[in-house]
């Protein structure tokens, strides 16, 4: 399998893959072994495992013992674990090596953040996967050796536990690694941003400075990335904002002082501007009022006119921010990047392809362990599970929950994905991500995923679309059970003027849309009161993103939680409102 690019080969990390890929079973085996040989006596597993000799049994046994011993868990049952170690707890808990780091999620899913242990392990499978994601993207869109990535990525300020354990984001962790600093060498590609920009802590002047710094590599941008869809689509409308103090930056070979006030990263944004480019000022500034009178329709391209695609995760809660991302990228391709969490990186994206929609994942079978919970549906959305079985044992077609056991201390951790086997790659599954498991919105015996949530909201919004010039910009909701009876109540942020009486038609769709049986039945007989359709006031979602990283999120990670119950989010949206409707979908 050859790769024919100037970007070098990488066909060692191909053929490596496609070799652990097809003994994925035997690997798996053994990589449950090397995790409890490597953790062998600490406190959880002998708990579990009792006096049991790991070194004396054959891999498939021990396979045998640990699945029957080791119970499966949740975050909650590991966490008074996670906390002594972030207390100072120095005995051997979860992991044989100390544990120096805990990354903090972005409590955008979970609705709190929570701690999980990074060790250089993380780092190592992160830049394991750079290199085989890179190696498969290349061989699609090759890209110029020596070429630039305009990748719009942020890391938050890491703090100290009272035990003087190191705490932050998992992307910040890995940002400052070791192995980020030698991931571009590994690739081949060099990024538009010193570290100063990306370690500022300040994501408004980091999002300046990724822009400003694009546009002076303009034509050697080979391709646009950041961790999320969401991260993008935020720093293309701030550009929308900043475009003519970007240009005159440009023009005049300096930095907005009203912007830019962090010394060290202006002295960094200076040391690569160097000089006045009038020439290219004036170049952008043509393009940009072009795109302005379009609506920024095709703005990648135009202001980058080398880059190949675009790459971010683009699934599950980034597929609201899809059809933005296209407009932006015009006619350039989406490339969905790989599968992973907090605790583990999961899959690969083999196939970079096949759009958003269509992408699915190749587990990488020596990063964790890896077991799958069957699912059967009852009813709408009820699960019947099964029990567990290795990845050996998935089937086409069947959906299952991830567990995981990682050289971290997750001992089959239930990670709460809910993935369908789409094929193999050799003897791995390849998966299609399906949604988070955990239900978001209920009121009585209504039963709705994030899935199920995106899913109405897309009808609606595709009809505020056909029928206006306005768009939507982001959205979450509530389920509001202080008043009786409780109903749904969904906040929007739109872009435009809006007739009210469309605004009421799309919160009737949204009410009349959810097909799960339940709802359907409770807000036939009543139990369920009339869905709430909310509008803010621009600049609210905003907020929301700036409350979340105040407390610890970074840009590069944050997610725009679907449901809240956190009454300070609550507060902020209440005190936005400016426009109510109540659905009339039930009425007799």
Not at 21 to 41: D, F, H, K, P, S
């Amino acid at each position: 399998m050859s790769c024919r690019s100037n970007n070098g080969c990488a066909g060692d990390v191909v053929e490596w893959f496609d070799d652990v890929a097809e003994r994925a079973g035997a690997v798996q085996t053994e990589t449950l072994r090397r995790i409890l040989e490597q953790n062998w006596g600490v406190e959880y597993l002998e708990k579990w495992l009792g006096d049991v000799k790991v070194q004396d049994l054959d891999a498939p046994t021990l396979e045998a013992l640990y699945t029957s011993l080791v119970p499966l868990v949740s975050h909650a049952d590991l966490e008074p674990y996670v906390q002594r170690i972030a207390d100072g707890d120095t005995k051997s808990t979860l992991t044989r090596e100390p544990i120096t780091t805990l990354s903090l999620s972005s409590g955008t899913t979970e609705g709190k953040q929570k701690y999980v242990p990074f060790t250089r392990h993380s780092s190592k499978t992160t830049l394991q996967i750079f290199k085989l994601a890179s190696a498969y993207r290349s061989r699609v869109y090759p890209t110029r050796e020596g070429g630039r990535v305009l990748e719009l990525i942020y890391s938050s300020k890491r703090s100290k536990t009272k035990g003087g354990i190191t705490v932050g984001t998992a992307t910040t962790h890995v940002y400052a690694s070791e192995e980020f600093k030698i991931k571009h060498k590994e690739t081949k590609s060099l990024i538009c941003s010193p570290q100063e920009v990306i370690s500022s802590g300040d994501y408004k002047q980091s999002t300046y400075c990724h822009l400003l710094l694009g546009l002076h590599y303009s034509d050697k941008v080979e391709y646009i990335t950041s961790t999320f869809a969401y991260s993008i689509v935020q720093a293309f409308r701030s550009f929308e904002e900043v475009w003519k103090e970007i240009c005159n930056d440009i023009r005049e070979g300096d930095v907005s002082t009203s912007r830019i006030i962090i010394p060290d990263v202006r002295k960094a944004v200076l040391d690569v501007l160097m000089s006045p480019n009038p020439c290219l000022a004036s170049k952008i500034e043509d393009k940009c009022q072009e795109l302005e009178g379009n609506d920024w329709g095709g703005l990648i391209p135009k202001l980058w006119p080398n880059a190949k695609y675009v790459y971010s995760i683009m699934t599950g809660s980034m597929q609201p921010y899809l059809s933005k991302l296209k407009h932006y990228a015009g006619d350039l391709p989406l490339v969905s990047a790989d599968y992973g969490s907090t605790e583990s990186w999961i899959g690969v994206n083999l196939d970079p392809c096949l759009p958003p929609e269509k992408v699915t994942f190749a587990v990488i079978p020596t990063f964790s362990y890896f077991e799958f919970i069957p699912l059967h549906k009852s009813g709408e959305h009820d699960y019947i599970e099964d029990d567990p079985v290795p990845l050996s044992g998935v089937k086409i077609g069947q959906e299952y929950e991830v567990v995981l056991t990682t050289f971290t201390g997750l001992y089959r951790y239930r990670l709460g994905d809910v993935v369908e086997v789409g094929g193999f790659h050799g003897n791995t599954p390849k998966l299609n991500f399906i949604c988070r498991r955990k239900l978001i919105l209920t009121v009585n015996i209504d039963k709705n995923t994030e899935k199920d949530l995106q899913s109405v909201v897309e009808r609606a919004s595709q009809m505020l679309l056909r029928n206006s010039r306005a768009e939507l910009l982001d959205f979450t909701s509530h389920a509001n059970v202080a008043n009786k009876p409780g109903h749904y109540t969904i906040y929007w942020e739109i872009k435009g003027e809006v007739e009210e009486g469309l605004l009421g038609e799309c919160c009737r769709e949204m009410d009349a849309s959810f097909v799960d049986h339940g709802y359907v039945v409770s807000r036939k007989c009543n139990t369920i009161g009339p869905l709430e359709l909310c509008i803010v006031e621009k600049g609210t979602f905003k907020k929301i993103m700036e409350y979340f990283i105040a407390n610890g999120a970074a840009l590069s990670q944050f997610k725009t939680p679907r449901c809240t119950t956190n009454p300070v989010l609550l507060t902020i949206l209440n005190l936005c409102t400016i426009k109510k409707f109540h659905s009339t979908a039930y009425e007799s």
